[in-house]
């Protein structure tokens, strides 16, 4: 069964009781036909995770009692990928869900010098609240305990000053190759141009800030598989790793 998201208002640790609602409800009772007795794993996002055995379905709400809970570390590897908005949000959509399968940590929608789609400020909000419900899709399909963190769009300057990373990487066309990549325990950026990608003065700056440019093959990816190939690259490398802690 897909894991189950509830907030932390409608955890009561204290008397091991939990209530599910919104979607999650929805998806539950409507969708898998949920019924009393059913043990459903649920999660609150932030490394708690339990299992909810369901005693009550109401019209808008499943109520249970918790048991088995335990807490998950966060990956020692994690990885950010901030990406530019796109022409068209279904391919954005797309970085999303895959993204959050491949175990993205964090994601910040960007607005580089070619960006094409910029977000109306009065609608920015509506449009991360569906951001946020993809990514919650994603999340529970690939039973993750831990949501990736979803910003507000930034300015390229702004994600150039993005701090905490071991590693800042800058996907850009003119660069012929890749350096050695050690990802295990580290924190990673990267940084993907959206249609057109990055200008050249773009590069510039992200190299004056600590940035290495990296290439991410002969071809030439679309916005959308470049963040999705960032992540899966990170993932790819850690599989080959002893300690599972380390992994996406």
Not at 28 to 45: E, F, I, K, S
Not at 64 to 77: K, Q, W
Request: aromatic content about 6%; glycine content about 8%.
């Amino acid at each position: 069964m897909d894991l189950f998201y509830v907030l932390p208002h409608q955890l009561d640790l204290e008397h091991a009781r939990a209530v599910i609602d919104g979607e999650e409800f929805h998806h539950l009772a409507r969708v898998l036909r949920c019924q009393p007795g059913d043990v459903v794993p649920v999660t609150d996002g932030s490394g708690f995770t339990a299992e909810l055995v369901v005693e009550a379905i109401g019209k808008h709400s499943i109520e249970g009692a918790i048991r088995n809970p335990r807490t998950v570390p966060p990956p020692e590897t994690q990885v950010t990928v901030a990406l530019s908005l796109l022409k068209l949000p279904q391919r954005f959509d797309l970085f999303l869900e895959k993204a959050t399968e491949l175990g993205v940590t964090r994601i910040v929608p960007m607005i580089t010098k070619r960006t094409v789609s910029t977000p109306d400020s009065g609608k920015i909000e509506r449009k991360i609240e569906r951001w946020r419900g993809i990514v919650l899709s994603a999340a529970r399909q690939s039973r993750r305990f831990h949501l990736p963190e979803l910003s507000h769009p930034l300015a390229f300057r702004e994600a150039l000053r993005l701090d905490g990373y071991d590693l800042c990487l800058i996907a850009h066309e003119s660069e012929k190759g890749f350096p050695a990549f050690e990802p295990a325990g580290k924190k990673i950026l990267f940084l993907v141009g959206g249609e057109g990608g990055f200008t050249d003065a773009e590069v510039a700056d992200a190299v004056e800030a600590g940035f290495t440019p990296v290439s991410f093959g002969e071809s030439v990816l679309r916005a959308e598989t470049a963040g999705i190939f960032a992540v899966a690259l990170v993932r790819a490398r850690l599989l080959a790793e002893a300690d599972p802690s380390k992994r996406l």
